[in-house]
């Protein structure tokens, strides 16, 4: 994803940081907002791999940090949930004027509270999303455990929360006893996804349950089994984000503009971040996919390699080719699956340390059907002929130009 540091200014002065990933083509199809969830940030890599699954359907996502947490300015003592809830139309303001309002908002934990709230007052959303969710702000004063005498008594304690210490007062306590979400619920009257596991520890599952009771359709819940509260398993986060993906296709218009639809066939692209790893973004066409390295090389495994792309290009050009072919001939051909594995290896003449090589695609036809031996040795000569097998038998320019000067 194409990921780029913003920051905006809350309705106290204060900077608020933020990030915009957008899709690999830089052309958003929906802008989403994301809210972390409570005394998390934007960067909690859950988020990320949340934010990746979203572009990849054209979605560009930003997230930011609440006031007083992560990278933004402000004291989280004077915060509340009533201020979580203004950072985040002071957020979908600052995307209508930096590139377009927010249609679908996202919300984890806490921030799933706060977007059921907010979303009254952003005119743009369409949809609205919520993943582990506490079905009334106040669940969270539990964190505070033993401190509550001490919050009451002098008006502020220092609470551990994740391992880490936060000043809180007593007017947060007080600012979360003043929701009542269930009526919140009940007139947001937008499709509503709810995400939960049902072995959250920090928030029950039966939160989910009071969030669907109240909300009226369309709502969609999706057990997240085996997932914990912060979705630390990556396989989880970027579920979610592919789930979402395909759900809000139901409310936002996310076809590409026939103009640029036709463009795009005429191209593909790959990004890579500064993130660790190698996980890339790749379009090809009108279409996304992620690329990757294995875990032995540094990376995660998390989409096929180069040369993995390579061998499946060989490959469906291969079958498509012989499909081809054989419908134009009216031959029963029901069924072609083609094996590629590619192999560098040493030319026979040169020397042991040379660094000279030479490729070797391996190509291994199956075909179903009641073909005849001579059928069956012509779609065998026709897989050769495909225009991908004869590009890479070709010689083969490539130029390089770099775009940007700096």
């Known amino acids: 994803m194409r990921s780029k540091h913003l920051s905006f200014t809350n309705k106290h002065g204060e900077q608020l940081s933020a990030r915009l990933d957008m899709p690999a083509n830089g052309k ?104 582990g969710a506490p079905a009334e702000p106040v669940h969270v004063t539990h964190l505070i455990g033993d401190k509550k005498e001490e919050l009451v008594e002098k008006g502020h304690a220092t609470v551990n929360i994740g391992g880490r210490p936060f000043e809180l007062k007593q007017q947060f306590v007080d600012d979360l006893e003043q929701y009542n979400l269930a009526e919140r619920i009940s007139s947001l009257r937008k499709p509503l996804l709810i995400f939960h596991s049902p072995q959250d520890l920090t928030v029950g599952i039966d939160n989910a349950a009071q969030i669907y009771t109240a909300a009226h359709h369309p709502k969609s819940f999706i057990s997240l089994d085996g997932a914990d509260h912060l979705l630390s398993k990556s396989q989880d986060a970027r579920y979610v984000g592919q789930a979402i993906a395909s759900w809000v296709s139901r409310y936002l218009d996310l076809e590409p503009a026939q103009e640029d639809e036709l463009d795009s066939h005429l191209q593909a692209a790959a990004r890579v971040n500064n993130e660790p790893g190698f996980l890339t973004d790749v ?53 072609a699956l083609v ?22 695609f391996k190509k291994e036809i199956e075909l179903q059907g009641p073909l005849d031996e001579k059928q069956r040795a012509r779609l065998k000569e026709i897989a050769s002929r495909c225009p991908v097998h004869r590009t890479l038998l070709n010689e083969i320019t490539i130029d390089t130009e770099l775009l940007n000067e700096h």
Not at 104 to 115: C, E, P, Q, R, T
């Open 28 to 131: 958003p199809l929906a802008c989403a907002l994301f809210a972390h969830c409570f005394t998390c940030s934007k960067d909690l890599k859950a988020v990320r791999n949340i934010a990746r699954g979203l572009n990849q359907d054209g979605l560009a996502v930003m997230r930011f940090d609440f006031t007083g947490l992560g990278q933004s300015e402000g004291d989280f003592a004077d915060t509340g949930f009533s201020s979580n809830v203004q950072d985040l139309i002071t957020a979908a303001e600052f995307m209508e004027e930096m590139i377009q309002a927010p249609s679908l908002l996202i919300g984890h934990s806490l921030g799933g509270s706060a977007v059921l709230c907010a979303a009254h007052s952003i005119e743009s959303v369409q949809a609205v999303v919520t993943i």
């Open 283 to 335: 379009i090809a066409g009108k279409h996304a996919l992620l690329a990757d390295e294995p875990i032995s090389v540094g990376g995660e495994d998390l989409g096929p390699t180069p040369y993995d792309l390579l061998s499946a290009s060989l490959a469906t050009c291969s079958a498509m080719t012989m499909k081809m072919y054989a419908q134009r001939k009216g031959w029963p051909l029901e069924e």
């Open 339 to 360: 094996h590629v594995r590619h192999e560098r290896q040493h030319f026979e003449d040169c020397e042991p340390d040379s660094n000279k090589f030479v490729d070797n």
